[in-house]
């Protein structure tokens, strides 16, 4: 990551056009991150994580991360001493359709800092916050060099649906040795890795304006009806619906 710099936890929202973002920064309290409208990511040094509608992004004090815009996003902002989730490391959360109205009335409502209403209205938040489940749309950075390279590979090319036998005979190595680094670099599979990726680049897509048919075809799937499932399993709605 570039040079950083410390930012306030702000509680609010913010317009970020299309393509924009945030550089990287690190806040002295914990913050919730959230896309009221269309898709933001969060990137730390240990990888990156998506943000459509229904997830929000946790992201612990002293933690350093950027954000990306992908299409035109609201991006809304909850600063927190306290960690009411007792989570250390970032995570991605369930936006109910409740928790998400309640993001979205904190984040932009009028009282003074400490009325009484805005403190009511947070701790029902907090508690909200408490019930959310964690569901992943993280996608780890390799550390190894030669999964490193198998990675850029399919970043340039999400479609790529060369096996990794065939990947480590472009990086010089084994499908054996890539599976374990796989495990212990990504701490998961190198096909849930693919996925994870293709998801990361098909919310991206969508955000942009793309068909659901060409983003399942940019994308690898076999079939816009296979990336439909793969996408509803993954985010809790079909990628129709979230462009509507």
């Not at 913010?14 to 806040?27: D, L, T």
């Not at 340039?156 to 036998?165: F, G, I, K, Q």
Request: proline share 6%; hydrophobic share 35%.
């Amino acid at each position: 990551m570039p040079e950083t710099r410390q930012r306030p936890a702000t509680t609010g929202h913010r317009p970020i056009e299309a393509g924009g973002g945030i550089e990287a920064h690190w806040h002295d309290r914990h913050q919730i991150v959230y896309a009221g409208r269309g898709v933001l990511s969060v990137t730390t040094d240990a990888g990156s994580w998506v943000a459509p509608a229904t997830r929000a992004i946790w992201i612990p004090a002293q933690t350093l991360h950027q954000h990306r815009a992908y299409g035109e996003t609201t991006l809304h902002t909850v600063g927190l001493t306290e960690n009411p989730l007792d989570l250390q490391t970032p995570s991605a959360l369930v936006v109910t359709p409740l928790l998400r109205e309640l993001l979205l009335t904190y984040t932009t409502y009028e009282e003074n800092e400490g009325s009484a209403e805005r403190e009511r209205l947070r701790g029902v938040l907090l508690d909200q916050l408490r019930r959310s489940s964690q569901r992943p749309t993280y996608l780890p950075t390799a550390r190894d060099p030669r999964l490193a390279a198998v990675c850029d590979l399919l970043r340039d090319d999400p479609a790529d649906n060369s096996t990794l036998t065939e990947l480590g005979r472009v990086v010089g190595a084994s499908e054996r040795t890539l599976s374990r680094l796989c495990k212990a670099d990504l701490g998961m599979s190198f096909p849930q890795w693919r996925t994870q990726l293709r998801l990361h680049e098909a919310l991206r897509l969508l955000a942009e304006g793309e068909s659901v048919t060409r983003v399942a075809h940019r994308t690898g799937w076999a079939s816009a009806s296979a990336f439909i499932d793969t996408f509803r399993r993954a985010f809790g709605h079909t990628p129709g619906s979230r462009r509507a």
